[in-house]
């Protein structure tokens, strides 16, 4: 994740390194929150 972090900080325009950032981590977030209940659903149809 850090390094997904200083890639972003490294190719975004200067002066939106924050907004870059936020977007990763908004990205990050995004996948956590719902790849959990989809895991769930995709191992419960092998039970």
């Not at 994740?1 to 190719?11: D, E, N, P, Q, S």
């Not at 325009?13 to 659903?41: C, E, M, W, Y």
Request: proline share 4%.
């Amino acid at each position: 994740m850090f390094v997904a972090l200083t890639v972003a900080a490294k190719i975004s325009h200067p002066g939106k390194q924050g907004s870059t950032i936020a977007s990763v981590l908004l990205g990050f977030n995004l996948v956590l929150i719902l790849d959990v209940p989809l895991g769930r659903v995709i191992a419960g149809s092998y039970d």
